[in-house]
């Protein structure tokens, strides 16, 4: 028997992604906040899942097509909507909301940081867990940009720690990347892997520290490739995606991809490129003089200052009909 007692350090975006789907798959899960503030911006998150994964298996319903499945809530073979709906039901009750941290922590199998970015806070908490988790807990992280081997010390069980990262639409994008760093001991890997299986994600490993995982190693350069045809232009963000998606079978183009990440996350990353040379893409720092960083992010702010930040936005690079 794997992990049944989650805690989710967090409750934003992601953190509250994470605690449903792990309620989904039948896991007792607690989300801890730091203040009664946090509850009244958390449990409207929970509520809205709730809606977004009976409408989601609503469609699967209907249509079996590879762009509305969600892999997170069932695999297509043994879909039954009656169970699928019962086990969301079961989430929204099965998911407890705590700010004692002793309480909330007192029997964690596995506790799971999905606080804001901020490596100072996160710093801080883990110095602030160490002394409350029971010996057995795994501690993970769901940081983007961070990597593990910076908090491992703060926890005080840098054996048993190491990255969890999710991404968003948990659901439907329902990859677990999971890095561990030079300490962490090969058994707690092997049992967050077993921990990911079971709340419905494909488990991959990055084995070695690598800031931006598998997926934005790749993703980051191909984006910033495909700003930089534009800003130089050499060709139109429709051209660009044709010529992508056509010659590789791919469904969506990077514009495409852009508009669904949205404009002010590219123009976070273009920002971080200059400062940071080399973030994430050695191989971008070696070829980072070509590249026309300038152009790229007066592209994407001129966009963002129209109020056109993607498909959120029902405006991006392309228009929406629906949001
Ligand atoms: N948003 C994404 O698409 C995404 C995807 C994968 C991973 N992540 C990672 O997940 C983590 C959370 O991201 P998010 O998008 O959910 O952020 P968010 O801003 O939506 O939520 C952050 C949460 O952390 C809490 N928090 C902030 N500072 C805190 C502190 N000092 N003590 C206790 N709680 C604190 C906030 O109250 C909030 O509940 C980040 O590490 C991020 O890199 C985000």
């Keep these: 028997m794997g992990f049944k007692n989650v805690v989710i350090a967090g409750g934003g975006v992601l953190g509250s992604q994470i605690a449903f789907q792990a309620a989904y798959w039948g896991k007792d899960v607690t ?12 449990r409207p998150k929970i509520e809205a899942l709730k809606a977004e994964y009976e409408k989601a298996i ?3 319903e ?14 297509v073979d ?9 086990r969301v039901a079961d989430a929204y009750k099965r998911i407890k909301i705590e ?4 309480k909330a922590c007192a029997d964690a199998d596995i506790v799971i940081e999905s606080m804001a970015e901020i490596a100072k806070e996160k710093t801080a908490f883990y110095k602030m867990l160490a002394p409350v988790l029971p010996e057995k807990t795994v ?5 983007s940009t961070l990597l593990p081997s910076k908090f491992a010390a703060a926890t005080k069980r840098p054996q048993k720690y190491l990255s969890l990262h999710f991404a968003n639409h948990i659901w439907k994008q329902n990859i677990a990347e999971i890095m561990s760093h030079d300490k962490t001991d090969k058994q707690y890997v092997d049992q967050v892997v077993a921990f990911a299986k079971e709340i419905g994600m494909e488990p991959v490993l990055v084995n070695k520290e690598k800031a931006g995982y598998l997926l ?5 350069p191909f984006l910033l490739c495909a700003m930089d045809l534009y800003a130089n232009g050499v060709s ?3 051209s660009i995606d044709k010529a992508w998606k056509i010659s590789t079978s791919s469904p969506q183009g990077p514009f495409e991809i852009l508009d669904i990440v949205g404009l002010e996350t590219a123009a976070n990353i273009c920002e971080k490129y200059v400062s940071v040379p080399g973030f994430i893409s050695p191989l971008l720092k070696k070829m980072m003089f070509p590249y026309n960083f300038k152009g790229m992010l007066k592209i994407v702010r001129d966009k963002i200052a129209q109020g056109k930040t993607g498909k959120a936005a029902g405006v991006g690079f392309y228009k929406y009909s629906s949001k």
């Design 236 to 238: 139109d963000p429709a």
């Design 99 to 102: 700010l004692d941290i002793h």
């Design 58 to 60: 609503h469609l699967m």
């Design 78 to 86: 043994s879909f039954d909507s009656k169970v699928c709906l019962k």
């Design 31 to 42: 989300i801890w906040l730091r203040s009664e503030s946090s509850i009244s911006r958390t």
């Design 62 to 75: 209907k249509s079996r097509s590879v762009s509305i499945w969600c892999n997170g809530i069932s695999k």
């Design 216 to 220: 934005n190693s790749l993703l980051v």
């Design 139 to 143: 501690l993970v992280t769901n940081s």
